[in-house]
Structure formats: structure tokens, C-alpha cells
């Protein structure tokens, strides 16, 4: 007879984690018991979860005890620290640290397009990708599983909860200083009613754009750029693809946006293109100009796919695309992919 | 002996033609008389040039008699009619409309990429570039000049001011309805919050990004993505080059940024692409990372040059640089830009 698998949700007071305890409570009730597990700080807390009050338990070795499947968003070094602890009492740990994803022995997931990858995980973990990247692979997955994909050439528009609560809260104060004056027109005003108020960001973000996310790595790239190339590759399986990505922020507060420039093997047509997006799971095709149908944040935020408009066959090439990418970045691009991924692995208990 | 030739401002009233009187009073007074223009609608205000208050004329042919040089900026049908009125009348007209950029009698012309177009003006008419252009072209004109360019694949993130002061008081009035609340979390709810006032833009721009500016072209394309390939293609002299651009508005007053993957007939390396754009007249290399250096809006706003950051040469492909751009849409992307085509058609009065 098959039981309901233990769930324990790692993270569950953060930004990521509060959308993850909605789509638990508003996905089919597949769980026995979910634990809630946060920092000894958030110890003894209690949030909602399937219309239960539940208390927010310390992380530690024993809260694992009985649990089937992990969901965990922590900081990079949080993970790398207890999702081994958890593996090795059986836990399988569905991760959104960027601590495993290039790990050989960890599988890289996006159920929509390598859902077979989450079967094998030599650690016991499975990584849940960058939200960068999952707010256009969907889409990207279901193109080149037709034509071929190339090379990508991409620029991000990123929200700045993509930088979590302190990302949110600092665009809401700086909001507040720029708003309702004449700042934005001369040099240096928003700067200086801004002040050192930059939050996450290394500048003001409001009336802004910011070509800065991560870190500083090799050659002037950002960790971000490099997450984008080195997940894009790992997650379709492409290890030579071409990958030029550059990450900015805008003053967005949820909902990844890409510009994508996507040459594949073979000549593509527009109307070919816009079947598959039409008809590819997780993917929403708004693209009329002629009607004002086009994706912006303001419509995808709290929605589940990846909407893809402004889809046109580059002029000069007929083997590239040109497309205009949506998706929200707490849901499919962290929380919901995580609870997808929980989901593959807990029929495999169900199964049993 | 020579003379101080007589320039008229035509459109002096608007967003672009009032930094266009800053400039005038700021850069060297090589004019003799300056007339200020615009429609009959505004005849008879006062506006200050050069530090003395100046009444503003009805447009009519008789306003260019005995004038030399005449800037316009105005609506495309208004330069359609009145530029070649004026130019029947002997005056040189450096035109900031689309309605004459790709006339293949009329020169397109960017002072620091190609000053010599300036000289050969069959219909006497001089077109300046759109601002988006504008905003990318000296960088990537000085590049072109050692490298050889073959492709541009560009992203814009396009200030409201684009789009005029209307554009400027949309932002304004949006950024009070959203500011001190919650919006920007829950679909839709930005957008009941601005309800129908878009103002010049198809979706709300606040706390949003809009991949949409200008109108609706062949095969899903926008006016604004046409202008960029078609004008980065005359001005450069090369009619044969790859250009998909993808143009999106941002809630920024004013600088319009761009991110640009240029791939070159030869290898680049990132240490000479440096050294080209640390020298390069109009350019300002800004690039380093590590102490927090790259150019945003903010700090852009109100200066002249092109501001060059992020550069990098891509990972798979030794002969494409990823650059991020930032330029004021104002200045040089459309008032200075004018102003100095006119500078240097005056340079022929003064020297007869």
C-alpha cells in the first residue's frame, strides 16, 4: 500500500518559502506531514500551511528524523552545509541554493524539460536551477527540442525580490524618496536622495536600471551571467552551447524578464515557433502586437508559466528567434519549480 | 571676412528642443541671430537662449528667410512638409524626425562616426539619428573602425522621456499610484491600480517593463527595432550588417541603456577594446566592476558622452564583445546630436 511521503520545507519564513507554503496549500494534497524548518531565530513561529497553523521548527539533524523529501532556500552556505547532513539520513533534498547545481553527481532540474534527470542523484540531491534561467528554459527547452538550439544571446530585466525581502523593501523606500519630485532628469539627483540606501544593490534601483546581479568573476562577468550559461547548458544537456548573457536589474518587484536572441541548427519559421510555444506545458503564448498582447511583469507576476511574446524570425538569419520572455520569479523560477521537482520524487514513494 | 551664420530652432518648445536651448547657451556662441520656432499654439512665449529672453515665432515660410541653419524637432509629417519648405528657401535643415533618415539623398550623420555625410546634402536636409541609435553608436562606430562590425544583437531599456513629456508625466503620475502600498505582488494589481492611464505607452511603466515602443512594423517587428537596424546600418556605411534588436521601456526619466553583443570580422581582446573606447571622442569607458563601476542612468542623466561598462569578450566566441551602453536620450540622442551636425555646417558660413 503506498503512504504520503514527509515533507519538510527548509526556509519556510523567507520570501521564496512563503511562496512555497501558497502553491503547497493550493497544489493537490499529495504530502503526509509537512515540517516547517527556519533558523533558531525564526524558531517557534507559526505559519499557515494547507490551513494549518504550523510552527516554524530549528533547523538541526534530528528535525529530519521520518522526513521523505526536503524542500530547501537557504543562503549557498547553509545548503552546502545541512542538505549533506539530510542526505545521509535518506532525506532527497530538492535544493535552491546555488551550492550543487554544477555538481556532476547532482541532477539539475526542470521538470517540463529533463524530468528523467531527477531520478538519478548519486548524492541524494537534486538542485533546482537559478531563477534567471528558469524564467526562460521552458520555453527555450521546447524550441530546441524541434530546432536545435545554438547559441543564446540574452539580457535580463530582473525584479528585485529576485534580491528577497531586503531587495523588495529597499525599491519600496527609495520609491518613497524619488516619488512625486523632479528627481530623475539631472545628474546625480536620485543618487543623492537615495543616498548609501542601496540595500542588496550595488546602486539606486528606483528610476533605474542596474547592469550588476551576484558577484564579480572571472573577466568581468557577473555570477548571474555565468549561472545563466552554465545552468542553460547543464539543464538541456548542451555543454558546448553558446551562452552570451547579460544580467540587469529594474526597478521591478517580482517577475523575471528576458530579451532572447536563440539561433538553432536549422531554419526556423515564426508560425512553426509559435505552434510549439501554443501547445509546450508550461508555456503561455501572448504575442498579438496589433492588440497590445505582449508579456510585462505587471501581468505575470502571480502566475505560474513562462509567457513568451514578441516572437519574430531575425531579419538576417533565418536559423535565429527573437523573443520577449516572462516569468515569475518566486513561482516557477524558485518555489514552484522546487515543489515541482518535491512532487516527481514523492510519486516515486507513492509508487513504492 | 566671415560671418556668424543665423540659426532657427524649430519645435523650441518641446522636451528635446528646451535641452537644445541649454545647449545653444552652453557650448561656444558661434550663432549670429538664433529664431525660435514652433507652432502657432505656442507663438508669443518667451524662453531663454544664450541668457536673453527670446519670443517664440509662428512656424511660416517667411520665419527662415535670411536663416542659414535650422534645427527641427517636430512630428514627422510636420518636418515632412516644412523642412523641404525651408530648404527650397536655401537653409540647411538638420532634421531630428524620422520622416527623412532613410532618404537615400539625405545624409544620416553622427559627428564623431561619419562627419564627412554632413557635406554631401543633395535635398539640403541632414537627418539626425533616433535616440536609441543614438545611444550606442559612437561606442560601437569606434569599434567598428578597428574590428570590422558583422552583428549587433541589442536590448534597449528605454527611458519614458522618449516618448516626450507626456511620457515623463505618465511615469509621474503612475509611480504616486503605486508608491506606499503593496502593488506589484498579485497579477493585476499594478495594473488596476493605473487603470487606462497609460499615457503614451501600451501597458502601465511603473513598477513594469513594456517590450514595446513605436508602432507595429512587418513580421511582428516594432518602428523603433526597424530604426535601430536601419539607421546603425547607413550610418556606419554598412548595408548588408546583421541587426536584431529587441526595444523595451523602463520606468526611467532619462538616459536610454542598451545591452549590446557585437561579434567583428576578426578576434577582439577585451584590453584593446578598452584602450579604444578609453580614447575614443564621446565615449566614456566606465568599467570596472570590482569597485562597484558601470554605468546606470542615474549617474548618466545630463552629460554628453556615451558611457561604456561590462566589457567582455563572450566565452564561445573570440570575436563578438558583450558591452553595456548608457547615453542621455536628450542630449546626445537627440538635442546634442543635432546641435553638433549644425555646429558643423556652420563650420562652412564661417569659413567662406
Not at 20 to 43: K, Y
Not at 81 to 107: T, Y
Not at 207 to 218: C, F, I, K, Q, T
Not at 326 to 336: P, V
Amino acid at each position: 500500500m503506498s503512504r504520503k511521503p514527509t515533507l519538510a520545507v527548509v526556509g519556510a519564513t523567507g520570501a521564496v518559502g512563503t511562496v512555497m507554503l501558497q502553491i503547497l496549500s493550493q497544489h493537490a494534497d499529495i504530502w503526509g506531514e509537512i515540517r516547517l524548518v527556519a533558523s533558531p531565530r525564526s524558531a517557534g513561529r507559526k505559519l499557515a500551511v494547507r490551513g494549518e497553523e504550523t510552527e516554524v521548527l530549528a533547523l538541526s539533524e534530528d528535525v529530519f528524523d521520518g522526513v521523505d523529501v526536503a524542500m530547501f532556500d537557504v543562503p549557498d552556505e547553509v545548503a552546502a552545509q545541512w542538505a549533506p547532513v539530510a542526505a545521509a539520513k535518506g532525506v532527497v533534498v530538492v535544493d535552491n541554493s546555488a551550492a550543487f547545481r554544477l555538481d556532476p553527481d547532482v541532477p539539475l532540474v526542470v521538470p517540463e524539460v529533463n524530468p528523467h534527470a531527477a531520478r538519478v542523484r548519486p548524492r541524494g540531491i537534486v538542485a533546482n536551477p537559478n531563477c534567471t534561467t528558469l524564467s526562460m528554459i521552458v520555453a527555450i527547452g521546447a524550441l530546441h527540442a524541434e530546432f536545435g538550439l545554438r547559441e543564446l544571446v540574452v539580457s535580463s530585466y530582473q525584479a528585485v525580490s529576485g534580491a528577497g525581502r531586503e531587495g523588495v523593501e529597499t525599491l519600496r523606500r527609495q520609491l518613497k524618496l524619488v516619488t512625486g519630485t523632479e528627481l530623475g532628469t539631472s545628474p546625480g539627483d536620485v543618487r543623492r536622495a537615495v543616498g548609501d540606501d542601496t540595500g542588496p544593490f550595488p546602486e539606486p534601483v528606483a528610476l533605474n536600471v542596474v547592469p550588476w546581479a551576484g558577484s564579480l568573476r572571472e573577466d568581468g562577468w557577473s555570477s548571474e551571467e555565468m549561472k545563466v550559461r552554465d545552468e542553460s547548458r547543464k539543464i538541456l544537456g548542451l555543454p558546448g552551447l553558446r551562452v552570451a548573457a547579460t544580467c540587469v536589474r529594474v526597478p521591478v518587484i517580482t517577475t523575471h524578464s528576458l530579451t532572447v536572441h536563440a539561433r538553432f541548427e536549422d531554419e526556423v519559421t515564426v508560425d512553426r515557433a509559435r505552434e510549439i510555444l501554443a501547445t509546450a506545458p508550461g508555456v503561455v503564448l501572448f504575442d498579438n502586437p496589433a492588440a497590445g498582447e505582449f508579456p510585462t511583469p505587471a501581468d505575470v507576476v502571480g502566475t505560474d508559466p513562462t509567457w513568451v511574446g514578441r516572437v519574430r524570425r531575425s531579419l538576417d538569419d533565418p536559423t535565429a528567434l527573437e523573443l520577449f520572455v516572462c516569468g515569475d520569479n518566486l513561482r516557477k523560477g524558485a518555489a514552484l519549480n522546487t515543489a515541482q521537482i518535491a512532487e516527481l520524487v514523492a510519486g516515486e514513494f507513492t509508487a513504492r
